[in-house]
């Protein structure tokens, strides 16, 4: 897709995030979308060749859209100034659903290209088995988290919205207690795409889920 251009329009847009803009401008949008959406379907086609599960996303259910969800914030803006994708098998995007690891990723106003992999806020049932099979799986757990691709690339588990205490039900001299006071599974980071072509955008991608594979079937062991 044509990155200079979507940087254009998603920053001009968070300086007019307005109705009347966006409306002027909807065929600037409409273009990128089928762009993007392009791109999306390339993933989708170059992933499932080291995870097949994902080989029935569609790819249209896996773009989030534009427009924000402004009933319970402060921030009443109505357009995000992102492009974003979640693909998983379940075609679910919404945390509350429980579709289980994603690999996800958006392209911003800032020319930045954020990635992750796993889980992001699961709902309280899957939560709990996450972390059973956290107890139940010491020896896989404990290897995913020395897996030196992963690790590499991603860093450490992310630690947003962590416990201080043990969840309810789990004694705090557990061996992992640390990693089950999390609210997250996943792992993210980001770089510039600025200077990029779609398709280095894509490789860039690939080479990031694939390094995130290992996180993908665990999680789906749970």
């Known amino acids: 897709m044509h990155l200079i251009d979507l940087q254009a329009f998603l920053s001009e847009l968070s300086e007019n ?3 009347a803009w966006f409306v002027m ?3 600037r949008y409409d273009i990128l979308r089928v762009e993007f959406l392009q791109l999306v379907t390339e993933l ?3 992933i499932q060749k080291f995870d097949p599960a994902i080989a029935g996303c569609e790819p249209k259910k896996a773009l989030f859209r534009i427009n924000r969800d402004v009933r319970f914030g402060h921030d009443k803006s109505p357009y995000k100034t992102t ?3 979640s693909i ?3 075609g679910r995007k919404k945390p509350s659903e429980g579709g289980g690891p994603a690999y996800y990723f958006q392209l911003d106003a800032n020319g930045r290209l954020f990635f992750a992999c796993g889980e992001y806020m699961p709902p309280a049932d899957r939560l709990k088995a996450i972390r059973d099979h956290i107890i139940n799986d010491e020896a896989g757990f404990e290897k995913l988290l020395k ?3 992963l690790k590499q690339l991603f860093g450490e588990l992310q630690e947003e919205g962590k416990l201080k205490r043990p969840p309810k039900g789990y004694d705090a001299d557990l061996k992992h207690i ?3 006071k999390l609210k997250n599974f996943m792992v993210w980071t980001e770089c510039p795409y600025q200077g990029l072509s779609s398709d280095e955008v894509k490789q860039t991608l690939l080479k990031a ?3 995130a594979l290992p996180l993908v079937h665990w999680l789906r062991g749970a």
Do not use: G, M, V
């Open 88 to 90: 998983l098998p379940s």
């Open 147 to 149: 897996d030196k691709k």
């Open 178 to 180: 640390e990693y089950l």
């Open 209 to 211: 889920y694939q390094s």
């Open 44 to 46: 989708i086609t170059s």
């Open 25 to 27: 401008n909807k065929p």
């Open 83 to 85: 492009f974003s994708s």
């Open 17 to 19: 995030n307005n109705r």
